[in-house]
């Protein structure tokens, strides 16, 4: 997948990492890409990484932000039509989670009783 990202950046462009779901399950091979240096040299792009973990001091302020936009109708979440619903079914979403068939954000309902997860206008 990285080797198509950067195929299809944009001159002077740059490419977020965010996660390697795709490498969760491999106990974290390395890669090789060969020619990706020389792709990026040749569009003077960039590859830049984002570890969550490390903004964790600015979600609550970006958290409201995105609330707030939620609230507004500015935004809506891509969530994948499966369902799994209890504690029990968390195994088999994070199963589907490494499939690499999932399709927006994939929700583990823990209570039963709560009403189903409406779709995304997306």
Request: aromatic share 8%; net charge neutral.
């Amino acid at each position: 997948m990285l080797s198509i990202c950067v195929d299809a950046l944009a001159p002077k462009g740059t490419l977020v990492v965010i996660g390697m779901m795709s490498a969760y399950g491999d106990d974290w091979l390395a890669s090789s890409y060969p020619g990706l240096t020389e792709k990026l040299l040749w569009k003077s792009a960039a590859v830049a990484g984002f570890f969550l973990l490390r903004y964790a001091n600015a979600w609550g302020s970006h958290l409201q932000q995105l609330c707030q936009l939620i609230q507004e109708g500015q935004l809506a979440v891509a969530l994948d039509p499966k369902p799994f619903k209890g504690i029990e079914a968390a195994p088999a979403a994070v199963e589907h989670l490494h499939s690499g068939s999932s399709s927006g954000k994939v929700v583990v309902q823990l209570t039963r009783d709560l009403p189903g997860v409406q779709q995304s206008r997306l």
